[in-house]
């Protein structure tokens, strides 16, 4: 299971991706995909870079390209459900590639941007095109490509956005190769001490230059990063595995079994023993054995299959239509 911020989107028959989803935590990741996501339960605190806000239940988000973002709940037993639509803008290149230059100004477009009525629309025609996909009816492919250029179009109807220049692209290409140069490193070296400082000079920078960009393109530290990048894995091997706890934290990179507790503390609101014990991983197998759930390939995270994920789509929209 790949660890690293940099997520690479793999599609099976088409070149855009949706998925229903469920996660107590979202690790600070990235990729190349334009994402625009529906809260169907749960309150997730998302994050991003200039933003840190909770998103109740019919909350739309939308992350440009390469932008990171990281959605964390409360509590481990407090898990949020998800559908979001994944593709990358080169979907427009052939008739419309100025999309491929915009950036959208606002992370949740439920904080007033866009006006309640846009909203609804836009959560309707995600939650149809999503159906349509999972259904995967005849000519399925087609009316998902019609509903992806309408969302297209709703957005830049009514969210906030800008059009890069071309030498903005360029600029903002670079900085994202750079980050993930280092997040790259970062994932195949985190079970090793790492220092910034060794970092900035492999990149041939300062450490106080290197400092900043990263916290302005991920929204958070280094040693905030890596602790959460840490913690991620050691959540695999304690739900996947009946390592240790000090096996673990040895082979996630902690120093010692009281910082992996400390970030767990911080992270996840529990120790790592307490999550251990708290069902998740009898939780995990049993939806699995039900035909509800399956690992996604990317991230590891617990996704619906497709007739379960198509079940919680229509049920989205029967509420949304008894509720007008």
Known sequence: MPENVYEIIQYDTTNFKFTVGKAHYVMPHSHRELELGLVLSGRPRFITAGADCLLPPDSLWVTNPFQCHELRTRSIRAPYCYVDLQLPLSFFHQYFP????????????MDGSIGEEAARAL????????????AQEAGYELICAAGINRL??????????AVLSEQELQQANTRQARIQRLTDYIDAH??????????????????SYLSHIFREEM??????YLQG????????????????????SMACGFSDLKYMNR??????????????????REERQEE????????????????FTRLESLRRVEEALAAGEAAG
């Not at 929204?219 to 905030?224: K, N």
């Not at 970030?263 to 998740?280: D, V």
């Open 98 to 109: 100025r999309a491929e230059h915009v950036r959208f100004d606002r992370t949740d477009l």
């Open 123 to 134: 959560r309707r025609l995600l939650l149809e095109t999503a159906r349509s996909y999972f």
């Open 152 to 161: 297209m179009a709703l957005l830049l109807a009514t969210a906030p956005h």
């Open 190 to 207: 985190m079970g090793e001490k790492l220092l910034l400082s060794d970092l900035a000079e492999r990149e041939g920078l300062t450490l």
């Open 219 to 224: 929204g958070m530290s280094f040693q905030s």
């Open 229 to 248: 990048l840490r913690c991620r894995r050691a959540v695999a091997l304690l739900i996947g595995t009946d390592q240790s706890l000090s096996d673990i």
């Open 263 to 280: 970030g767990f503390q911080q992270i996840f609101g529990c120790t790592p023993a307490e999550l251990r014990a708290s069902g998740i």
């Open 288 to 303: 699995a054995a039900h035909g509800l759930t399956r690992p996604d390939r990317q991230t590891g995270y617990p996704v």
